[in-house]
């Protein structure tokens, strides 16, 4: 079934604007019928943040910002499913045009600016399907003209405290501006301490919430070390690595596509973002785990984020050119690994690869 939907869906969607396809996509799954996979493989089960994960791939916020499909996409496969970003009134998002396709480059530049229906239209969905089960974490930002975006990420937390597997709190999207900042010692710091309170406070009546910090892949490491002591002082329970990329790496074929603004994805940011979870995982110090996102386009791309220190992954650029099939790919690539090698878990092999990772030359220049 997804093979057909593969072979039938991604040839018509590039003939539409990417934006449009999207919303093609979106439809499309929601009326595609229940697909039976079968079970996923013991071996590939992750416990982290306190959830259990039936397998490590996650599809990333950005392709179901409004809670529309998670259940469909659970059903495809996914471990996980991240809705948003999410922020409290709803927002157009920047004009139009504002995503691109980089073809011979399988990249993606977006520039989109948190365009959502707004907190109450995605509870009210959430709500409907709490039932479900499944994990299903919510990505929340702030709106761009809002007068105090910490207030936004503690009110989007209360909101979603009782329907949120975990929270994704997301101050690297490059697309609206001034939010990056907020990843700055200070603002960071006060961000993080108000969100934890928020979410101990509503712990007894919503149950636990994990706080996950999602960053930017253009931190400089010094700038790292800062984000990472903050988010292991505030306990967070851990983070995601990474989010777009403002660079543009020189190998891009795309040249003039790639002159867009915006945060740029899929497999130009693999190298970079690789790095970035290699670099994070020797400073969090097994304090907590780390989700890699950012090129991952197939089992060996899955595996060396893991190898660079990656508990779990989560895709969605790739899927535009690889389709819904290589979430199985990757899970049986990942499976025939661990068997190959006698392991029992991923568990043993997250961060194997992290020292040398980090001893290689930078990846963009």
Known sequence: MIRAFDAFSLPLLRWFDPEDAHRMAIQGLRLLPPVRLRPDDPKLAVRAFGLNFPNPIGMAAGFDKNAEVPDALLRLGFGFVEIGSVTPKPQAGNPRPRLFRLERDEGVINRLGFNNDGAEAVLRRLAGRANQGGIVGVNVGANKDSPDRTADYVKLIETFAPVASYFTVNVSSPNTPGLRNLQQSAALDDLLARVIDTRERVRKNAGDSPVLLKIAPDLSLEELDDVVHIARSRRVDGMIVANTTLARPSTLREENRAKEQGGLSGRPLFRLS????????????????????????????????????ASLIQLYSSLVYKGLGLVEDIKRDLSSTLLRTGRESLSEIVGADAATITAEDWPVR
């Open 274 to 309: 690789t790095r970035m979870v290699a670099e994070t995982y020797v400073r969090v110090e097994g304090a907590f785990p780390l989700i890699g996102v950012g090129g991952i386009d197939s089992g060996g791309a899955a595996l060396t984020k893991i190898r660079a220190g």
